[in-house]
């Protein structure tokens, strides 16, 4: 894997307080005019053991780890393992701008699993409630952290200048994994992304 000096090689769960390890990293990015502009960095971070739950996929050519109807991400997603995302904004944007973002990506592939119900409708409420006031300045992060023995997330919000991150736990499952989903599943909201982690995982014969 190509480093990035932006994220660390390994990093201590906030949640449990376990060493995780970058397994892939990207951007989410547009081109405006022919002006390339990247919004945010991404790193992920597994903790070591879900290269166990991953025997399978070693060896195997990155295109067939990404192809449509690949069980790969499935199986990363639901290992049961500690999991991590950092978001570093490189570009900023209101809090109100990523809520309504997040609530309508997450909205949409729970209403198309048909797993949209009033428990999932307030904890995602809650959620971009959370975002709503954030001032989310180039180099501020967002981090969601999923603990091993949990169905919940765990989200950190560093505004630029802050001395302490702000967090919100969401209790709901189904949100929760929406959640990594969006960021790693199919239709993801950073291609780079996936595809760094399915090197990471393809590469290790």
């Not at 906030?14 to 005019?33: A, K, Q, R, V, W």
């Not at 944007?93 to 119900?117: F, H, M, N, P, W």
Request: net charge negative; with cysteine.
């Amino acid at each position: 894997m190509e480093m990035d000096p932006t994220f660390a090689q390994s990093i201590q769960s906030p949640s449990s307080s376990e060493t995780l390890i970058l397994l892939g990293h990207g951007i989410t990015d547009m081109t405006i005019e022919t002006i390339h502009v990247i919004f945010t960095k991404i790193g992920v971070y597994f903790a070591p053991q879900v290269k166990d739950h991953l025997q399978s996929f070693k060896c195997l050519p990155v295109s067939e780890l990404l192809k449509d109807g690949s069980a790969f991400f499935q199986q990363l997603i639901q290992a049961p393992v500690s999991k991590l995302i950092k978001i570093l904004l490189v570009k900023g944007q209101l809090g109100s701008q990523y809520a309504s973002t997040i609530e309508t990506s997450v909205r949409d592939r729970l209403a198309y699993d048909d797993k949209y119900e009033e428990d999932e409708e307030i904890a995602l409420a809650n959620l971009c409630e959370f975002f709503q006031s954030k001032k989310l300045e180039p180099n501020s992060t967002i981090v969601y952290s999923w603990p091993s023995s949990s169905s919940h997330v765990e989200v950190f919000v560093h505004e630029e200048g802050s001395k302490a991150p702000s967090s919100f736990i969401v209790n709901n499952e189904n949100v929760s994994t929406s959640i990594i989903e969006w960021i790693l599943g199919e239709n993801s909201m950073t291609p780079s992304t996936v595809e760094s982690v399915a090197k990471s995982i393809a590469t290790e014969c």
